[in-house]
T-cell receptor, first 111, second 115 residues
């Protein structure tokens, strides 16, 4: 079973920031938080990952709470093409290399 | 640098036939993973392979399913005597093999439909 919990769906207005939460209260100390998204049944697309510190790349920002029990993925200026299912996964390749997927959050970006 | 490639993208088989799904990892990646996604469900891990070795097949059904990643050529997921319940999207991912944070990159998937 997935070790993370996410709201099943969210809406966001185009051009606004989309903030997607994830709870991972049982995350192990050496596990990273990974985010992927899947656009309309295409292959999952890697977005970002982090361990303790906040991370930012060209796609998104990842904010991890100090206790590491939750995180938020931020899409700073959502576009219609960001409509997708977003998955939060806790993972450490040194433990095992399975990505355990939940049902994710279905984000709808509205014009 | 080409991404993970999978073929065919769509595959139709009749019950009892064999399905062969192919996956070419990203250049420089020596680790391959197969996942299955049933309709309206999340992805489920099936198998993890390195060149010529199956490392973890804990998610593979015990019968009819097999996977290989030969020294040369793509990884193959083989499903013998397909049944309707095998209809799903099969995704392959690859990674370079580093630790501990190692990103898996996914291909576009093969959609298998069993009639």
């Amino acid at each position: 079973d997935a070790k993370t919990t996410q709201p099943p769906s969210m809406d966001c207005a185009e051009g606004r920031a989309a903030n997607l939460p994830c709870n991972h209260s049982t995350i192990s100390g050496n596990e990273y938080v990974y985010w992927y998204r899947q656009i309309h049944s295409q292959g999952p697309q890697y977005i970002i990952h982090g361990l303790k510190n906040n991370e930012t790349n060209e796609m998104a920002s990842l904010i991890i709470t100090e206790d590491r029990k939750s995180s938020t993925l931020i899409l700073p200026h959502a576009t219609l093409r960001d409509t997708a299912v977003y998955y939060c996964i806790s993972y450490n390749a040194g433990n095992n290399r399975k990505l355990i997927w939940g049902l994710g959050t279905s984000l709808a970006v509205n014009p | 640098n080409a991404g993970v490639m999978q073929n065919p993208r769509h595959l139709v088989r009749r019950r009892g036939q064999e399905a062969r799904l192919r996956c070419s990892p990203m250049k420089g990646h020596s680790h391959v993973y197969w996942y299955r996604q049933l309709p309206e469900e999340g992805l489920k891990f099936m198998v993890y392979l390195q060149k010529e070795n199956i490392i973890d097949e804990s998610g593979m059904p015990k019968e009819r399913f097999s996977a290989e990643f030969p020294k040369e050529g793509p990884s193959i997921l083989r499903i013998q005597q397909v049944v309707r319940g095998d209809s799903a999207a099969y995704f392959c991912a690859s990674s370079p093999g580093g630790l501990p944070a190692e990103t898996q990159y996914f291909g576009p998937g093969t959609r298998l439909l069993v009639l």
